[in-house]
């Protein structure tokens, strides 16, 4: 049960994020470097993960549910 409901909830972060760009893709885009990119990834990282644990609070998610969804969240977010 706990696996098909972390599994439903990495799927709800995916769609959250799959209609906005990944901050990886965002730095690409704007052609950044060096410490202007690394910059913007913190940043964007940062309000990733703001985002990512208000949408588990939301969700009513603690623990080890809330720190899977947040981690997937954000990983989804910032991208590769």
């Given at each position: ?10 799927l ?23 410490a ?11 309000d ?30 910032v991208?590769?």
């Amino acid at each position: 049960m706990t696996k098909t409901l972390i599994a439903a909830l990495a799927l709800t972060c995916l769609s959250t994020f799959a209609q906005a760009q990944s901050c990886t893709a965002q730095a690409g885009d704007r052609k950044l470097n060096g410490a202007a990119k690394t910059s913007f990834l913190t940043k964007c990282e940062k309000d990733a993960g703001a985002t990512c644990d208000k949408a588990a609070a939301d969700k009513k998610l603690f623990g080890a549910a809330k720190t899977s969804f947040t981690k997937k969240c954000v990983t989804d977010a910032v991208g590769t």
